[in-house]
């Protein structure tokens, strides 16, 4: 069974660092893209940003310049390096994969880790 888990989440001040990590378990063929995505209190969730097997990066404006996302595909690892943060940062961040299956392609999603930033 594929599972993704999420690690990295905490609670920091305005204008510090976190990097978030996930790793994929379990039988696949390959990832197609990773992505974060983030749901503060009361808000809908938005995607962060997401990164293809290939190497193409995207990100949402708010936190363009700010966090990189990157993945080790060796690993089936993703990361999210968050600089300068703000709080409005704060969030629940999931870790979302498409990878590749028997025959077809699947969507998995974390559970998803907490960042709080304090100001």
């Known amino acids: 069974q594929v599972q993704l888990a999420e690690s990295g989440g905490g609670l920091v001040q305005a204008g510090g660092s976190l990097r978030l990590s996930c790793t994929i378990s379990?039988?696949?063929?390959?990832?197609?893209?990773m992505a974060w995505y983030r749901q503060a209190a009361g808000k809908q969730r938005e995607r962060v940003a997401i990164?293809?097997?290939?190497?193409?990066?995207n990100y949402a404006d708010s936190v363009k310049g700010r966090f990189t996302i990157s993945m080790d595909n060796a690993k089936n690892t993703v990361y999210l390096q968050m600089n300068s943060l703000k709080p409005e940062d704060t969030g629940v961040y999931s870790c979302?994969?498409?990878?590749?299956?028997?025959?077809?392609?699947?969507?998995?999603w974390g559970q998803g880790t907490q960042v709080t930033v304090s100001s």
């Open positions: 979302y994969a498409r990878v590749e299956t028997t025959f077809t392609y699947s969507d998995y």
């Open positions: 379990g039988s696949i063929f390959g990832v197609n893209q």
């Open positions: 990164i293809t097997s290939g190497g193409s990066t």
